[in-house]
């Protein structure tokens, strides 16, 4: 077995059953979640009432932040227009903290220079840099 694992290179790592808890626990029908730790926190990649989520933890279990790959017909119509201002919208992640909500875009201006862009949950330019 530990063959199979350098040839494919795939690493395993323990999870908190903590974490895992505070998993079921926020997320209860998630499906196909992939684990990796990153320090001192552990993310869970999976999907969720049909969208792609991505989610930390600490190892006591606290949520610490989710986002969301947000198809962008799902994009807050406010939030649209104001980040369709910076260029055409190519994706866009909506990002949870403990009580802010932002948006992560990369926008894509008329020369086809790509920007990360955040927003404010009504889509007002906080950062754009780019890429």
């Known amino acids: 077995m530990d063959l199979l694992k350098k040839i494919l290179n795939v690493t395993s790592i323990l ?4 974490a895992k808890e505070g998993m079921r626990r926020h997320f209860f029908s998630a499906k196909n979640s992939e684990w990796s730790r ?3 926190y552990y993310e869970a ?3 969720h009432h049909g969208l792609e989520k991505i989610a930390r933890f ?3 279990g606290e949520l610490l932040e989710h986002r969301v790959n947000l198809p962008l017909e799902k994009i807050p119509a ?3 227009v104001n980040a369709s201002a910076e260029g055409e919208i190519m994706n866009c992640i909506e990002i949870h903290t403990e009580a802010v909500l932002t948006y992560e875009f990369i ?3 008329k020369s086809l220079n790509r920007y990360l ?3 404010d949950d009504s ?3 906080v950062r754009k840099v780019k890429l």
């Open 15 to 18: 999870v908190p059953q903590t």
């Open 38 to 40: 990153h320090g001192n």
């Open 45 to 47: 990649i999976f999907y």
């Open 58 to 60: 600490s190892s006591d």
């Open 78 to 80: 406010a939030v649209s």
């Open 107 to 109: 926008v894509r201006d």
């Open 117 to 119: 862009l955040l927003t």
């Open 123 to 125: 889509g007002i330019k």
